[in-house]
Nanobody, 130 residues
Framework: EVQLQASGGGLVQTGGSLRLSCAAS????????IGWFRQAPGKEREGVSC????????YYADSVKGRLTIFSDNAKNTVYLQMNDLKPEDTAVYYC???????????????????????WGNGTQVTVSS
């Protein structure tokens, strides 16, 4: 059974930091691209970052470049999203998701779309107060 368990959300002030975790199980970790998405109330779900362990590459949406860092611990089948210098516009429910992509094409092209993902984890709420 495939499982993606997201955690680490919370309430922080502007400029604060959070680290989200996505623990994966039930599939071959390095054959998948793991992505983080977020959805704010009334807005479409957007991809913010993804990583391919097989090719060692990462992708970031322009809105988060320089503030968010994605990395993985392959021994733990876990992907992390370190979020620094948080802003109120980062407030959203954050989801991790996985898509079968052993060549890391999604990461290389930056074509991170929610409708293309194979598996989804639970959401974790991130709230940034001004």
């Amino acid at each position: 059974e495939v499982q993606l368990q997201a955690s680490g959300g919370g309430l922080v002030q502007t400029g604060g930091s959070l680290r989200l975790s996505c623990a994966a199980s039930g599939f071959t970790f390095d054959e998948y691209v793991i992505g983080w998405f977020r959805q704010a109330p009334g807005k479409e779900r957007e991809g913010v970052s993804c990583i391919s362990s097989s090719v060692g590459s990462t992708y970031y949406a322009d809105s988060v470049k320089g503030r968010l860092t994605i990395f993985s611990d392959n021994a733990k089948n876990t992907v992390y999203l370190q979020m620094n210098d948080l802003k109120p516009e980062d407030t959203a429910v954050y989801y991790c998701a996985a898509v079968a992509d052993p060549l890391g094409t999604v990461v290389i092209t930056g074509d991170l779309n929610y409708y293309a993902m194979d598996y989804w984890g639970n959401g974790t709420q991130v709230t940034v107060s001004s």
